[in-house]
């Protein structure tokens, strides 16, 4: 298993934070293993929303089937997806208000199949890259 927790601080009021961390069809702008959605990305977003996308890690690709398992808005997002090779990936993106700004939170953790190995250790440097890089991004946007 590949386990990664990012956090970083950004000028970006909180409102303006979830606005990007929280809305689905924003991701391509930020999230480096986004290869887009491959399903309707719905107006609307509760607990037991399914969507599907494309993930791509060093030319690793996969179709991950979604479910948000947690959803509290403004604070914190988190899907659950599955797929090709018995891939299960958990995703949650947290924004915090902090004196300045505010403050996110990214994790991932990838397993199963062939991540439970030694794959799944050289899977977890690239990862912790890309989420790094990513809530980078999320962070610079204006």
Same mark, same amino acid.
């Given at each position: ?12 009021? @909180? +409102?303006? #934070?979830?606005?990007? #961390?929280?809305? $689905?069809?924003? *991701?391509?702008?930020?999230?480096? /293993?986004? +290869?887009?959605?491959?399903? @309707?990305? @719905? ?10 996308? !494309?993930?791509?890690?060093?030319? *690793? ?14 604070? $914190?997002? #988190? !899907?659950?997806?599955?797929?090709? +090779?018995?891939? %299960? /990936?958990? !995703? #949650? ?11 996110? %939170? ?7 199949? $062939?991540?439970? +190995? @030694?794959?799944?250790? $050289? ?17 610079? /946007?204006?």
């Amino acid at each position: 298993m590949a386990t990664v927790s990012v956090g970083i601080d950004s000028d970006l009021d @909180p +409102g303006a #934070a979830w606005a990007l #961390a929280g809305n $689905l069809s924003r *991701f391509d702008e930020w999230m480096t /293993i986004f +290869g887009g959605w491959k399903s @309707p990305v @719905p107006d609307s977003i509760t607990e037991g929303t399914k969507v599907s996308s !494309l993930i791509k890690v060093k030319g *690793f690709r996969n179709v991950i089937h979604w479910t948000v398992v947690q959803y509290d808005e403004p604070r $914190l997002i #988190a !899907l659950s997806g599955t797929g090709r +090779g018995g891939i %299960d /990936i958990d !995703l #949650a993106m947290k924004v915090d208000e902090i004196v300045d700004g505010s403050h996110f %939170d990214l994790s991932a953790d990838v397993s199963g199949g $062939l991540l439970n +190995g @030694p794959v799944g250790r $050289l899977v977890a440097r690239v990862l912790e890259s890309d989420v790094h890089k990513s809530i980078s991004n999320l962070a610079a /946007i204006r």
